[in-house]
Protein backbone atom coordinates (compact mmCIF):
# COMPACT_ATOMS: atom_id res chain seq x y z
CA UNK A 1 0.00 0.00 0.00
CA UNK A 2 1.32 3.13 -0.93
CA UNK A 3 1.02 6.16 1.36
CA UNK A 4 -0.38 9.33 -0.14
CA UNK A 5 1.69 11.35 2.32
CA UNK A 6 4.24 9.65 3.85
CA UNK A 7 6.17 13.15 4.86
CA UNK A 8 3.50 14.29 6.51
CA UNK A 9 2.33 11.23 8.62
CA UNK A 10 6.23 10.56 9.50
CA UNK A 11 6.61 14.57 11.03
CA UNK A 12 2.75 13.67 12.72
CA UNK A 13 4.57 10.57 13.96
CA UNK A 14 7.50 12.63 15.40
CA UNK A 15 5.11 14.62 17.16
CA UNK A 16 3.29 11.40 18.93
CA UNK A 17 6.56 9.56 20.13
CA UNK A 18 8.01 13.39 21.38
CA UNK A 19 5.09 13.33 23.46
CA UNK A 20 5.38 10.19 24.64
CA UNK A 21 9.13 10.28 25.87
CA UNK A 22 8.12 13.65 27.31
CA UNK A 23 5.43 12.10 29.31
CA UNK A 24 7.04 8.93 30.01
CA UNK A 25 10.40 9.90 30.40
CA UNK A 26 12.14 10.42 33.95
CA UNK A 27 12.72 14.42 34.54
CA UNK A 28 15.83 15.92 35.45
CA UNK A 29 17.14 19.62 36.83
CA UNK A 30 17.77 21.04 32.95
CA UNK A 31 17.41 24.73 33.99
CA UNK A 32 20.25 23.96 36.67
CA UNK A 33 22.40 22.05 34.16
CA UNK A 34 21.47 24.86 31.32
CA UNK A 35 22.00 27.44 33.63
CA UNK A 36 25.62 27.51 34.09
CA UNK A 37 26.12 27.39 30.35
CA UNK A 38 25.09 30.85 30.68
CA UNK A 39 23.61 32.63 27.85
CA UNK A 40 24.90 29.55 25.58
CA UNK A 41 21.94 27.46 27.08
CA UNK A 42 19.18 30.38 26.61
CA UNK A 43 20.24 29.78 23.10
CA UNK A 44 19.68 26.27 23.23
CA UNK A 45 16.47 27.31 24.88
CA UNK A 46 15.58 29.26 21.62
CA UNK A 47 16.50 26.19 20.09
CA UNK A 48 13.68 24.49 21.59
CA UNK A 49 11.36 27.18 21.77
CA UNK A 50 10.36 26.92 18.24
CA UNK A 51 9.56 23.40 17.73
CA UNK A 52 6.32 22.28 18.97
CA UNK A 53 6.52 19.47 21.43
CA UNK A 54 9.63 21.58 23.05
CA UNK A 55 8.57 24.83 23.12
CA UNK A 56 6.62 24.49 26.66
CA UNK A 57 9.62 23.33 28.47
CA UNK A 58 11.80 25.85 26.67
CA UNK A 59 9.77 28.66 27.63
CA UNK A 60 9.89 27.41 31.27
CA UNK A 61 13.59 27.01 31.05
CA UNK A 62 13.83 30.57 29.51
CA UNK A 63 11.74 31.69 32.24
CA UNK A 64 14.06 29.69 34.93
CA UNK A 65 17.11 31.35 33.30
CA UNK A 66 16.24 34.81 32.97
CA UNK A 67 16.14 35.09 36.80
CA UNK A 68 19.77 35.13 36.68
CA UNK A 69 20.25 37.21 33.38
CA UNK A 70 19.26 40.42 31.69
CA UNK A 71 15.41 39.81 30.01
CA UNK A 72 16.74 41.70 26.76
CA UNK A 73 19.82 40.00 26.40
CA UNK A 74 18.29 36.94 27.17
CA UNK A 75 15.44 37.23 24.24
CA UNK A 76 18.10 38.52 21.62
CA UNK A 77 20.06 35.37 22.05
CA UNK A 78 17.16 33.14 22.41
CA UNK A 79 15.54 35.05 19.27
CA UNK A 80 18.61 33.82 17.30
CA UNK A 81 17.88 30.20 18.79
CA UNK A 82 14.79 30.17 17.28
CA UNK A 83 15.81 31.66 14.16
CA UNK A 84 18.32 29.14 13.58
CA UNK A 85 15.81 26.52 14.39
CA UNK A 86 12.78 28.03 12.04
CA UNK A 87 15.43 28.21 9.44
CA UNK A 88 15.80 24.48 9.43
CA UNK A 89 12.17 23.95 9.71
CA UNK A 90 11.49 26.57 6.64
CA UNK A 91 13.95 24.65 4.59
CA UNK A 92 12.55 21.47 5.14
CA UNK A 93 8.94 22.22 4.21
CA UNK A 94 10.28 24.50 0.68
CA UNK A 95 12.49 21.16 -0.05
CA UNK A 96 11.68 18.23 1.50
CA UNK A 97 7.85 18.58 1.55
CA UNK A 98 7.54 20.38 -1.57
CA UNK A 99 5.90 17.44 -3.59
CA UNK A 100 3.79 16.70 -0.89
CA UNK A 101 2.28 20.49 -0.39
CA UNK A 102 2.36 20.69 -3.95
CA UNK A 103 -0.42 17.48 -3.77
CA UNK A 104 -2.19 18.69 -0.76
CA UNK A 105 -3.08 22.14 -2.71
CA UNK A 106 -5.19 19.66 -5.40
CA UNK A 107 -7.33 18.64 -2.81
CA UNK A 108 -10.77 19.85 -2.87
CA UNK A 109 -10.58 21.67 0.00
CA UNK A 110 -7.55 23.26 -0.21
CA UNK A 111 -8.99 23.88 -3.76
CA UNK A 112 -12.23 25.66 -3.03
CA UNK A 113 -10.57 27.76 -0.33
CA UNK A 114 -8.19 28.91 -3.34
CA UNK A 115 -11.44 29.66 -5.56
CA UNK A 116 -13.33 31.66 -2.71
CA UNK A 117 -10.09 33.50 -0.62
CA UNK A 118 -8.92 36.56 -3.24
CA UNK A 119 -5.47 35.90 -3.98
CA UNK A 120 -4.50 39.08 -1.64
CA UNK A 121 -6.32 38.47 1.10
CA UNK A 122 -5.01 34.67 1.03
CA UNK A 123 -0.82 36.52 0.98
CA UNK A 124 -1.90 39.21 3.47
CA UNK A 125 -4.04 36.82 5.93
CA UNK A 126 -1.41 34.28 5.78
CA UNK A 127 1.36 36.43 6.96
CA UNK A 128 -0.52 37.91 9.48
CA UNK A 129 -1.66 33.90 10.71
CA UNK A 130 2.15 33.06 10.05
CA UNK A 131 3.10 36.27 12.26
CA UNK A 132 0.67 35.19 15.10
CA UNK A 133 2.18 31.58 14.89
CA UNK A 134 5.77 32.43 15.27
CA UNK A 135 5.58 35.92 18.04
CA UNK A 136 3.31 33.22 20.36
CA UNK A 137 4.69 29.65 22.18
CA UNK A 138 2.56 27.94 19.70
CA UNK A 139 4.49 25.33 17.63
CA UNK A 140 6.47 27.29 14.68
CA UNK A 141 6.16 24.74 12.25
CA UNK A 142 2.82 25.59 11.67
CA UNK A 143 3.38 29.26 10.81
CA UNK A 144 6.73 28.44 8.92
CA UNK A 145 4.57 26.61 7.16
CA UNK A 146 2.12 28.79 6.05
CA UNK A 147 5.08 31.08 4.80
CA UNK A 148 6.80 28.30 3.13
CA UNK A 149 4.16 27.46 0.71
CA UNK A 150 4.13 30.90 -0.75
CA UNK A 151 6.97 30.75 -3.06
CA UNK A 152 7.34 34.65 -2.76
CA UNK A 153 8.98 35.22 0.20
CA UNK A 154 12.69 35.02 0.38
CA UNK A 155 15.05 33.55 2.21
CA UNK A 156 16.27 37.42 4.18
CA UNK A 157 12.63 38.19 4.43
CA UNK A 158 11.97 34.88 6.27
CA UNK A 159 14.77 35.41 8.39
CA UNK A 160 14.17 39.13 9.24
CA UNK A 161 10.27 38.27 10.03
CA UNK A 162 10.83 35.07 11.98
CA UNK A 163 13.84 36.72 14.67
CA UNK A 164 11.80 40.03 14.84
CA UNK A 165 8.65 37.56 15.72
CA UNK A 166 10.53 35.46 18.18
CA UNK A 167 12.66 38.01 19.91
CA UNK A 168 9.52 39.90 20.69
CA UNK A 169 7.44 36.73 21.43
CA UNK A 170 10.14 35.93 24.07
CA UNK A 171 10.85 38.96 25.40
CA UNK A 172 6.87 39.53 26.57
CA UNK A 173 7.04 36.17 27.82
CA UNK A 174 10.04 37.17 29.88
CA UNK A 175 9.14 40.43 31.27
CA UNK A 176 5.66 39.28 32.07
CA UNK A 177 7.44 36.29 34.14
CA UNK A 178 9.89 38.63 36.00
Given amino acids: MKLKYPKFIILILTYIIAFLLLSLGKSFSAG????????????????????????????????????TQNIFWAAIVAGTGSLIADLLIFRFFRRSLKDEIERLSH?????????????????????ILAAIIISSPLPDEIGVFVLSVNAKISNRYFMVFSYTLNTIGILIILFLAN
Fill in 107 to 127: ERFFRWLDRIIPKKIKKTLSV
Fill in 32 to 67: DFLSSWGYGGTLLGGLFYAYGFTSGPAMALLIFMSK
